[in-house]
Every structure is written in structure tokens, then in C-alpha cells.
């Protein structure tokens, strides 16, 4: 964990040092700890308490008793006192959510992506729904912190730009990030969803002591966001992930790219659902192009698997063979000590994936007779994306930034020792 520094010029980096530490205690911290932990002098880190408690970034929410002295204050952080919004643009759905400064989801919003025409009408509806959820919190403007989007890769991040999502047509090269910003006027960041995902799991995860995992995000298509020594890793163009064209082995369906075998539609739920179809397990009729239909076709197939259905169980079971495939050249590159699933097509599946992964991953990856890696489901539900992206606002302006040695600015008022 980050250790502040006695120099007055780096005083608000401190800040954001003393606030990480606030906020990743699960019942509180006392200012003996903290200055045990950041190894800042006692006088400082009084100031800076002083000052976060000003801001009302953190409460002192009661006494504890130690071994000797006088009873210690706890800090704990104020949920209340900031806000920060995030989008998932997905080729199904629109997902908005308020989170407040915990990480948890204090308001939410879905759209379904046929009620918008283009870019620029998807634009002016996501202003209305960031309007909507700030209405629905009933918290001022004034305590929002930004708006984060969450997209299909790949991204131009220069730009703020999606460049060309799958199944979104119309969608190539839009300046998202701009657009947004002058709609609604707050700041607005911009990154993949798989990479969100993984900000999300980092950020609010139950198991805050996870340094390296990579996240393996299924939704309407696959992504990957890897996280080392406890931070995202992003690449040179912020691209980090592109899994999709992962090789499951020999056969397999037919790529666009001209391949076959590619993991990122040997495993999609449209594939899935068009193999449930032939096979005779779901009688609706398909269309790839209703992306709301064919999750819900998705869930049949999978509910159909887990009530016995041999031929829907050898559909998935054989998809979720293939995901491992891999799964393992991932976790054999980047040597992880967690792999963790998620997104909104990870939870009709989960049960019956995490059981076939675990016992193929067990004895194939590399670093298994060294260490041991945890394959497991993530907890923070379908909209992880959108939560990430919230997750990524909050992590900006409030996380301590060596290399910067300033907060972005976004916390008014919290510059000082």
C-alpha cells in the first residue's frame, strides 16, 4: 500500500493516501494506524484528518480501546459525500448506475439500445438518464464527481473514442468522451468494459487483499482486464484484453476473421443459442440481430442444461471446455494468482462453468506447482461494467497518484497538508 511523504509539496497526495486507507478498512482506522501505515508524522496526519473531516469525506463514527492510552477515534468514510456515475454501452442495452463513495449502487437505469437512433440521439439520452439518477438519489449536482463509460473494445483513448464496437453499427470512431462531457458537463472518462469490470472487482471485491487477477468479462461478446500489484493494467493504447481471437484449439466455428477455433464466438450466446436451435433445444425462432432475445434464449439454454437436458448440457459444456482453452494461456502468460469471471452473460452459466474450469485448470497451467490460482465467480452482478465504470471516476480523482503527486482536482478543496 502507498506511503505518504512530510514534504509540503506532495501534501495533496497525502490526502488521497490517507483516504485510500480510510476507505479499504472494513471497520474503521484510527490515526495511530495511519500513522503507523503511511509513515507521516503524527502532526500531519492530524491535519489531513482535520481536513478530510472538513470536506466531509470521512465521519468519526466512535471509540476503540486498545492494550494502553486513552481510547482511539475511528475514521470511517462518509458513502454519502460523493458520487460518481457510470455507463455501459452495450450492443443490447444501456446500463447507468449512481454509486456513492463505498461503491455501492445507490440508484440504476436501464435503456434498451433500440430506443436510440444513433450516436448523437444515445448521446442526449444518456445526459436524461444521468439527470434521471442524479433526480432519483436526490443529491445535489455538486456532489457528483463525473460520469464513467464502460464500452466494447477496442477504444482510441487519445481520442475518447469508441472505434468500431462489434454489433454496433454506425458506431465507428465517435468521439464519445467529448460528446458526453458537453451534454452533461461533468468530467467524463472513457474505457473498455472488461477493464472496468476489472476496476470494479479491484475497487469494491470482498477480497480487497487480490494484487493479480485478470478478469474475464462475458457479455454480449468477451473481454479481458488484468490487474498486477494492485493496479489496472491498460497497455499502450489502453487495449489491454482484446481475448476474442484467443485460439480453443483445432475446429470449432468459423471466425469473421477468416479462423477458426477463436474463443470470442465459440463461446458468444448468439453461437450458443443458434447451436440450442439446431440441436432442438430452444423452438424460438433466432435472430442475431435481437441481442435482448437472444439473452433471454441464452438463460433457457442454460436452465435447460441444469434440469438435465443432455443435449443443452453437451452445447455448454463443451463451450465452457473451449473458454478454458483459453483461460489457461492467459493465466500461463500473465502469472495471476485469481482468475475471475463476470458480466451479464457469466450468471446463467456460472454454476456449471465454474465447475468445468476448475477441474481443467487444475492441472494445466504452469504456475500451478508453484502457487496456487483461485478460479472463481465475481459477486458485483451483471452490471459490473457500468459499476466499473463509476469505479474508474472514483479511483481518478480520489486515488493517490505517485506520479502526478496532485488529485485531479475533482474533490474541490483538498489540496493542502
Request: with cysteine.
Amino acid at each position: 500500500m502507498p506511503r505518504g511523504s512530510n514534504l509540503e509539496r506532495v501534501s495533496t497526495f497525502n490526502q488521497a493516501v490517507m483516504l485510500d486507507h480510510v476507505r479499504r478498512s472494513d471497520s474503521g482506522i484510527s490515526r495511530v494506524e495511519l500513522v503507523q501505515i503511511t509513515g507521516l508524522s503524527t502532526q500531519t496526519v492530524s491535519n489531513i484528518v482535520r481536513k478530510l473531516l472538513d470536506l466531509g469525506l470521512i465521519n468519526e463514527t466512535g471509540k476503540i480501546s486498545g492494550r494502553t492510552g486513552k481510547p482511539r477515534t475511528v475514521l470511517n468514510i462518509d458513502p454519502s459525500s460523493r458520487f460518481a456515475v457510470g455507463i455501459h454501452l452495450d450492443p443490447s442495452v444501456i446500463t447507468f448506475v449512481l454509486l456513492d463513495l463505498a461503491g455501492s449502487v445507490v440508484a440504476r437505469s436501464h435503456v434498451p439500445i433500440q430506443a436510440v437512433a444513433d450516436p448523437d440521439a444515445t448521446v442526449q439520452k444518456m445526459s436524461s438518464a444521468v439527470d434521471g439518477l442524479i433526480h432519483q438519489a436526490e443529491i445535489s449536482r455538486d456532489r457528483v464527481l463525473g460520469v464513467g463509460i464502460a464500452s466494447p473494445g477496442p477504444i482510441d483513448q487519445q481520442r475518447g473514442a469508441v472505434v468500431g464496437p462489434p454489433l454496433l453499427t454506425g458506431w465507428a470512431r465517435v468521439e464519445l468522451r467529448a460528446s458526453l462531457q458537453q451534454a452533461t458537463g461533468f468530467p467524463v472518462f472513457l474505457d473498455k468494459d472488461a477493464t472496468a469490470a476489472a476496476h470494479a472487482e479491484l475497487w469494491i471485491s470482498e477480497d480487497r487483499a487480490a494484487q493479480h487477477f485478470a478478469f474475464i468479462y462475458l457479455g454480449t461478446g468477451m473481454g479481458s482486464g488484468l490487474v498486477t500489484n494492485g493496479e489496472v493494467v491498460r497497455g499502450s493504447s489502453n487495449n489491454v484484453g482484446e481475448i476474442g481471437h484467443f485460439s480453443t484449439g483445432p475446429g470449432g466455428p468459423r471466425c469473421g476473421c477468416g479462423r477458426t477455433g477463436c474463443v470470442g464466438l465459440a463461446i458468444m450466446p448468439a453461437y450458443l443459442v443458434g447451436e440450442g436451435i439446431a440441436a432442438g433445444v430452444i423452438d424460438a425462432p433466432f435472430d442475431d440481430a435481437d441481442l435482448q432475445n437472444i439473452a433471454a434464449q441464452f438463460r433457457q439454454l442454460a436452465a435447460q442444461a441444469d434440469s438435465g437436458n443432455a443435449r443443452a448440457a453437451k452445447i455448454l459444456d463443451g463451450a465452457a471446455a473451449r473458454l478454458a482453452w483459453a483461460v489457461e494461456d492467459i493465466a500461463n502468460l500473465v502469472d495471476v494468482d485469481r482468475i475471475v469471471f463476470g458480466g451479464p452473460s457469466w450468471s446463467p452459466i456460472s454454476k456449471r462453468y465454474l465447475g468445468i474450469l476448475r477441474s481443467t485448470l487444475a492441472n494445466r497451467l504452469a504456475v500451478g506447482s508453484i502457487h496456487q490460482v483461485q478460479v472463481t465467480g465475481s459477486l458485483l452482478g451483471e452490471d459490473i461494467a457500468a459499476v466499473g465504470a463509476a469505479c474508474i471516476v472514483l479511483d481518478h480523482a480520489l486515488s493517490p497518484r505517485p506520479e502526478g503527486l496532485l488529485l485531479d482536482g475533482a474533490v474541490a478543496g483538498t489540496s493542502g497538508s
